[in-house]
Each structure stands twice: as structure tokens, then as C-alpha cells.
């Protein structure tokens, strides 16, 4: 099989910012965007840009509230396409709290503050984060949870979600999946993420717990990063 061409930087920032726009929560802004992700959808390489396309199809043959309910249904009611990168390799524990951190280290190297509107590893947020100038860290945070994106892909392709298509877009940016990934890849789909009887507060500190969603500072040091992960 001939090896992908490897994606030069401005190209992979467009398509990492469309498909953070695509993973958000769906409102009317997604469809006043239609044409502009079109285009750049149309601009990627096919692997990454076809299926961009396939799901702008969708998205125009659907309303807002029918997007809505279906993002809900998917991401938020079903574990397994959890958007939240670090459940796949930590599932509730209290191991995902320093998993957690990471993230938020990340963007406060980066120079970013963070806002109350959303955990730091929900995939759309770490997109938009890789695309805004952060490819190397954005990058890192990506590759260390392909296992847990791949299992994502999987899912909601064999469930026929059309958010398939965005995940597909999503894993031909980042590299193939190799040796112990696949591993970790089979033993996700069989045991599904670790379990534990108690949830992240009582074990993990607040002073590091992430405070959600990167936000870029403006001329006067405020500012958002323009994600809609979430209502």
C-alpha cells in the first residue's frame, strides 16, 4: 500500500480547525459556516477531506435541533464515544485527574488560559488547540491517545453515526497505528476502559483538577478560543 504524503503545517491546522468546529456542539453558527468548511474541506487531501465532506452532506440535509439530538445521543449518552480523550486510557479512576493535567500544562506553556465551560482533553478543544499554533503539543496530546481515537472511529462506524466521517478525518491527520497501539486498541474493545468504584474528586486535589476550555488571550489579555464543544 503506498504510504500517505505527510500533511505540511498550514494544511494540517485547516483541517484540525474544521474538524474541531465539526466535533462541537451543533447550533446555528455550524450552519453559517457550511460554506466556508465546505471549501476547506474541498481543499484537503482526499483521505482527510472526503469524509469532511460526506458529513457537511449530512449536516445540510438536517436541521440544528435534529444535530443536536443526535450529538447528545452519541456523545453524551454512550461511554464509548466519550469526546473526552483521557476516559479511554482512564476511564473514571483517579489516574485520569494527573491525565488531566497534562492537558491543562500544555496550554498554559502555550501561553492560554483556560474557562469554566469545558474539560481540557474533550477532542474538540485539543483540535482547535493544535490548530491555533500549537501543532508539536497538540500533536503529542493526539498521538498519546490514537488508541482510544481509533476505538472512538470504530464505534461510531459500525453503529453508521455520521459523526464516523469526522473521526476518519480526524485519525488520517495523526500517525498510523503501530505494534503495542493496536494492542491497546484490541484490549479497549474487549474490556472497555478501566473501572473504578469511586469517581476523580475525592482522590485528586482541585488544585489539579484542569478549569475547562483553552481560551487564547486578545490584545488585553482576554478572550476565547472559538470552540463549542459543548451548549
Known amino acids: 500500500m503506498k504510504k500517505a504524503k505527510p500533511l505540511d503545517p498550514a494544511t494540517r491546522a485547516a483541517a484540525w480547525q474544521a474538524q ?24 484537503l487531501p482526499p483521505p482527510v477531506g ?30 464509548r464515544f466519550s469526546p473526552y480523550l483521557t476516559y479511554f486510557a482512564y476511564g473514571d479512576t483517579r489516574k485520569r485527574g494527573v491525565a488531566l493535567l497534562r492537558f491543562k500544562q500544555a496550554y498554559q506553556a502555550a501561553g492560554l488560559k483556560l474557562t469554566e465551560d469545558e474539560l481540557p482533553d474533550h ?5 482547535e488547540f493544535a490548530a491555533s499554533g500549537n501543532a508539536e503539543a497538540g ?42 497501539e493496536d ?8 474490556e472497555g476502559p478501566p473501572e473504578e468504584a469511586v469517581g476523580l474528586a475525592p482522590f485528586t486535589p482541585p488544585q489539579y483538577l484542569p478549569d475547562p476550555v483553552v481560551a487564547r488571550p486578545g490584545p488585553a489579555g482576554d478572550g476565547a478560543m472559538n470552540t463549542r464543544a459543548r451548549r
Open 123 to 127: 477532542l474538540s478543544v485539543v483540535l
Open 139 to 180: 500533536l503529542r496530546l493526539l498521538a498519546e491517545h490514537r488508541a482510544g481515537l481509533e476505538v472512538m472511529r470504530r464505534g461510531l462506524r459500525n453503529t453508521g453515526s455520521p459523526w464516523a466521517d469526522v473521526l476518519e478525518s480526524v485519525t488520517a491527520t495523526l500517525p498510523a497505528l503501530v505494534g503495542s
Open 50 to 79: 472526503a469524509p469532511l465532506t460526506r458529513f457537511l452532506g449530512h449536516v445540510r440535509t438536517s436541521s440544528v435541533f435534529e444535530l443536536a439530538a443526535d450529538y447528545v445521543a452519541t456523545f453524551d449518552h454512550r461511554k
Open 20 to 43: 474541531s468546529l465539526l466535533l462541537g456542539y451543533p447550533d446555528e453558527s455550524l450552519r453559517r459556516n457550511l460554506g466556508l468548511l465546505g471549501r476547506v474541506a474541498a481543499s
Open 183 to 190: 494492542e491497546a486498541v484490541a484490549r479497549l474493545i474487549a
